[in-house]
Antibody, heavy 121, light 111 residues
Framework: QVQLVESGGGVVQPGRSLRLSCAAS????????MHWVRQTPGKGLEWVAL????????YYANSVKGRFTISRDNSKNTLYLHMNSLRAEDTALYYC??????????????WGQGTLVTVSS | QSVLTQPPSVSGAPGQRVTISCTGN?????????VHWYQQLPGTAPKLLIY???NRPSGVPDRFSGSKSGTSASLAITGLLAEDEADYYC???????????FGGGTKVTVL
Protein backbone atom coordinates (compact mmCIF):
# COMPACT_ATOMS: atom_id res chain seq x y z
CA GLN A 1 0.00 0.00 0.00
CA VAL A 2 1.30 3.38 -1.04
CA GLN A 3 2.17 5.72 1.79
CA LEU A 4 3.36 9.31 1.38
CA VAL A 5 4.31 11.19 4.53
CA GLU A 6 5.10 14.89 4.39
CA SER A 7 7.06 16.81 7.00
CA GLY A 8 8.87 20.08 7.47
CA GLY A 9 5.97 22.51 7.64
CA GLY A 10 5.72 25.24 10.24
CA VAL A 11 5.47 28.96 10.85
CA VAL A 12 8.03 31.08 9.00
CA GLN A 13 8.50 34.79 8.51
CA PRO A 14 8.06 36.41 5.08
CA GLY A 15 11.24 36.27 3.03
CA ARG A 16 12.61 33.25 4.86
CA SER A 17 13.11 29.68 3.62
CA LEU A 18 11.72 26.27 4.43
CA ARG A 19 12.28 22.74 3.15
CA LEU A 20 9.49 20.20 2.94
CA SER A 21 10.08 16.45 2.69
CA CYS A 22 7.88 13.59 1.53
CA ALA A 23 8.87 10.03 2.42
CA ALA A 24 7.41 7.36 0.16
CA SER A 25 6.86 3.70 0.90
CA UNK A 26 4.95 0.84 -0.70
CA UNK A 27 5.99 1.84 -4.23
CA UNK A 28 9.04 1.70 -6.46
CA UNK A 29 9.61 5.41 -5.94
CA UNK A 30 12.12 5.80 -8.76
CA UNK A 31 9.52 4.81 -11.38
CA UNK A 32 7.16 7.73 -10.84
CA UNK A 33 6.97 11.43 -11.46
CA MET A 34 6.15 13.24 -8.23
CA HIS A 35 4.34 16.49 -7.58
CA TRP A 36 3.64 19.04 -4.90
CA VAL A 37 0.09 20.41 -4.68
CA ARG A 38 -1.05 22.98 -2.14
CA GLN A 39 -4.46 23.84 -0.73
CA THR A 40 -5.79 26.99 0.85
CA PRO A 41 -9.32 27.67 2.06
CA GLY A 42 -9.63 30.62 -0.28
CA LYS A 43 -7.94 29.36 -3.45
CA GLY A 44 -8.63 25.64 -3.27
CA LEU A 45 -6.14 23.22 -4.81
CA GLU A 46 -3.14 24.57 -6.72
CA TRP A 47 -0.49 22.52 -8.49
CA VAL A 48 2.99 23.69 -7.43
CA ALA A 49 5.72 21.59 -9.04
CA LEU A 50 6.62 18.37 -10.83
CA UNK A 51 9.80 16.34 -10.97
CA UNK A 52 10.36 13.49 -13.39
CA UNK A 53 10.97 9.95 -12.21
CA UNK A 54 14.74 10.31 -12.50
CA UNK A 55 14.98 13.91 -11.34
CA UNK A 56 16.23 15.28 -14.64
CA UNK A 57 13.20 17.46 -15.40
CA UNK A 58 11.37 19.93 -13.17
CA TYR A 59 8.38 22.14 -13.88
CA TYR A 60 6.80 24.85 -11.76
CA ALA A 61 3.65 26.90 -11.45
CA ASN A 62 4.21 30.53 -12.40
CA SER A 63 3.38 31.58 -8.84
CA VAL A 64 6.46 29.81 -7.42
CA LYS A 65 8.88 29.79 -10.34
CA GLY A 66 12.29 31.13 -9.33
CA ARG A 67 11.53 30.77 -5.61
CA PHE A 68 10.78 27.06 -5.12
CA THR A 69 12.93 24.07 -6.11
CA ILE A 70 11.67 20.51 -6.31
CA SER A 71 14.17 17.67 -5.94
CA ARG A 72 14.27 13.99 -5.07
CA ASP A 73 16.61 11.37 -3.66
CA ASN A 74 15.62 8.02 -5.12
CA SER A 75 18.08 6.21 -2.85
CA LYS A 76 16.08 7.50 0.13
CA ASN A 77 12.63 7.33 -1.50
CA THR A 78 12.19 10.98 -0.60
CA LEU A 79 10.82 14.04 -2.39
CA TYR A 80 11.71 17.59 -1.38
CA LEU A 81 10.44 21.11 -1.88
CA HIS A 82 12.86 23.92 -1.13
CA MET A 83 10.94 27.14 -0.65
CA ASN A 84 12.77 30.47 -0.66
CA SER A 85 11.55 34.08 -0.40
CA LEU A 86 8.33 32.92 1.17
CA ARG A 87 5.28 35.18 0.95
CA ALA A 88 2.04 35.35 2.90
CA GLU A 89 0.23 33.91 -0.14
CA ASP A 90 2.34 30.74 0.11
CA THR A 91 0.48 29.87 3.31
CA ALA A 92 -1.19 26.54 2.60
CA LEU A 93 -1.39 22.84 3.30
CA TYR A 94 1.23 21.23 1.06
CA TYR A 95 0.62 17.74 -0.31
CA CYS A 96 2.99 15.49 -2.16
CA UNK A 97 1.27 13.40 -4.80
CA UNK A 98 2.23 10.49 -7.01
CA UNK A 99 1.43 10.49 -10.71
CA UNK A 100 1.36 7.18 -12.60
CA UNK A 101 1.91 8.85 -15.95
CA UNK A 102 3.38 11.95 -17.45
CA UNK A 103 2.75 14.72 -19.92
CA UNK A 104 -0.62 16.42 -20.25
CA UNK A 105 -2.62 13.42 -19.02
CA UNK A 106 -1.22 13.48 -15.48
CA UNK A 107 -3.51 12.64 -12.60
CA UNK A 108 -2.67 12.04 -8.95
CA UNK A 109 -3.45 8.55 -7.67
CA UNK A 110 -1.89 8.84 -4.22
CA TRP A 111 -1.62 11.76 -1.83
CA GLY A 112 0.06 12.35 1.50
CA GLN A 113 -1.74 13.79 4.50
CA GLY A 114 -0.20 17.22 3.97
CA THR A 115 2.08 19.51 5.95
CA LEU A 116 0.98 23.02 6.91
CA VAL A 117 3.10 26.04 6.01
CA THR A 118 2.19 29.37 7.56
CA VAL A 119 4.03 32.49 6.42
CA SER A 120 3.53 35.25 8.94
CA SER A 121 5.53 37.87 10.78
CA GLN B 1 -9.99 32.35 -9.02
CA SER B 2 -9.62 28.86 -10.45
CA VAL B 3 -8.94 28.15 -14.13
CA LEU B 4 -11.68 25.51 -14.18
CA THR B 5 -15.10 26.65 -12.94
CA GLN B 6 -17.28 24.51 -10.72
CA PRO B 7 -20.50 25.37 -8.86
CA PRO B 8 -19.75 26.02 -5.18
CA SER B 9 -22.38 23.58 -4.01
CA VAL B 10 -24.95 21.02 -5.08
CA SER B 11 -27.37 19.02 -2.98
CA GLY B 12 -29.72 16.09 -3.29
CA ALA B 13 -31.78 13.67 -1.29
CA PRO B 14 -30.56 10.13 -0.64
CA GLY B 15 -31.01 7.99 -3.73
CA GLN B 16 -31.13 10.92 -6.11
CA ARG B 17 -28.76 11.78 -8.94
CA VAL B 18 -26.61 14.90 -8.83
CA THR B 19 -24.19 16.29 -11.39
CA ILE B 20 -21.23 18.62 -10.99
CA SER B 21 -20.04 20.66 -13.92
CA CYS B 22 -16.46 21.70 -14.65
CA THR B 23 -16.13 24.43 -17.26
CA GLY B 24 -12.85 25.26 -18.95
CA ASN B 25 -11.76 26.82 -22.23
CA UNK B 26 -9.87 26.14 -25.45
CA UNK B 27 -6.55 25.89 -23.57
CA UNK B 28 -7.56 23.05 -21.32
CA UNK B 29 -10.69 20.92 -21.61
CA UNK B 30 -11.45 22.29 -25.07
CA UNK B 31 -7.94 21.42 -26.20
CA UNK B 32 -8.72 17.79 -25.45
CA UNK B 33 -6.80 17.78 -22.18
CA UNK B 34 -8.11 14.90 -20.12
CA VAL B 35 -10.25 15.65 -17.05
CA HIS B 36 -9.93 13.86 -13.74
CA TRP B 37 -12.01 14.06 -10.56
CA TYR B 38 -11.16 13.88 -6.86
CA GLN B 39 -13.23 13.45 -3.73
CA GLN B 40 -12.13 15.12 -0.49
CA LEU B 41 -13.85 14.05 2.71
CA PRO B 42 -13.67 16.50 5.64
CA GLY B 43 -10.21 16.63 7.20
CA THR B 44 -8.61 14.28 4.69
CA ALA B 45 -6.48 14.51 1.56
CA PRO B 46 -8.08 14.40 -1.89
CA LYS B 47 -8.69 10.93 -3.28
CA LEU B 48 -8.72 10.03 -6.96
CA LEU B 49 -12.30 9.32 -8.02
CA ILE B 50 -12.31 9.35 -11.84
CA TYR B 51 -9.38 9.52 -14.26
CA UNK B 52 -9.30 9.93 -18.00
CA UNK B 53 -12.85 11.28 -18.23
CA UNK B 54 -14.65 8.10 -17.05
CA ASN B 55 -12.30 5.52 -15.55
CA ARG B 56 -12.67 4.49 -11.92
CA PRO B 57 -9.78 3.29 -9.74
CA SER B 58 -10.28 0.02 -7.97
CA GLY B 59 -12.72 0.42 -5.09
CA VAL B 60 -14.66 3.38 -6.48
CA PRO B 61 -18.30 2.39 -6.95
CA ASP B 62 -19.91 2.66 -10.37
CA ARG B 63 -22.36 5.21 -8.94
CA PHE B 64 -19.70 7.73 -9.94
CA SER B 65 -19.26 8.52 -13.63
CA GLY B 66 -17.65 11.22 -15.72
CA SER B 67 -18.26 12.73 -19.12
CA LYS B 68 -17.05 15.55 -21.36
CA SER B 69 -18.66 17.81 -23.92
CA GLY B 70 -16.82 20.64 -25.65
CA THR B 71 -15.07 22.80 -23.09
CA SER B 72 -16.87 21.24 -20.11
CA ALA B 73 -16.82 18.03 -18.15
CA SER B 74 -19.27 16.60 -15.65
CA LEU B 75 -19.26 14.24 -12.71
CA ALA B 76 -22.47 12.36 -11.97
CA ILE B 77 -23.32 10.64 -8.71
CA THR B 78 -26.31 8.31 -8.84
CA GLY B 79 -28.02 6.68 -5.88
CA LEU B 80 -26.71 9.41 -3.57
CA LEU B 81 -25.57 8.18 -0.15
CA ALA B 82 -24.84 10.06 3.06
CA GLU B 83 -21.19 9.00 2.73
CA ASP B 84 -20.95 10.94 -0.56
CA GLU B 85 -21.09 14.21 1.35
CA ALA B 86 -17.71 15.74 0.47
CA ASP B 87 -15.91 18.28 -1.70
CA TYR B 88 -15.30 17.31 -5.32
CA TYR B 89 -12.61 18.78 -7.59
CA CYS B 90 -11.95 18.49 -11.32
CA UNK B 91 -8.41 18.65 -12.70
CA UNK B 92 -6.87 18.96 -16.14
CA UNK B 93 -3.86 20.42 -17.96
CA UNK B 94 -3.73 23.93 -19.39
CA UNK B 95 -1.49 24.27 -22.43
CA UNK B 96 -1.41 28.05 -22.26
CA UNK B 97 -0.33 28.14 -18.59
CA UNK B 98 1.74 24.96 -19.00
CA UNK B 99 0.34 23.87 -15.67
CA UNK B 100 -1.97 21.31 -14.16
CA UNK B 101 -5.12 23.10 -13.09
CA PHE B 102 -7.97 22.42 -10.70
CA GLY B 103 -11.52 23.56 -10.34
CA GLY B 104 -12.50 25.53 -7.27
CA GLY B 105 -14.34 22.58 -5.78
CA THR B 106 -17.99 21.69 -5.25
CA LYS B 107 -19.47 20.78 -1.90
CA VAL B 108 -22.04 18.01 -2.16
CA THR B 109 -24.66 18.00 0.58
CA VAL B 110 -26.96 15.04 1.13
CA LEU B 111 -30.29 16.38 2.38
Amino acid sequence: QVQLVESGGGVVQPGRSLRLSCAASGITFSRYGMHWVRQTPGKGLEWVALISYDGTDQYYANSVKGRFTISRDNSKNTLYLHMNSLRAEDTALYYCAKAPGGGTRVFFDAWGQGTLVTVSS
Amino acid sequence: QSVLTQPPSVSGAPGQRVTISCTGNSSNIGADSVVHWYQQLPGTAPKLLIYGYNNRPSGVPDRFSGSKSGTSASLAITGLLAEDEADYYCQSYDSSLRAYVFGGGTKVTVL
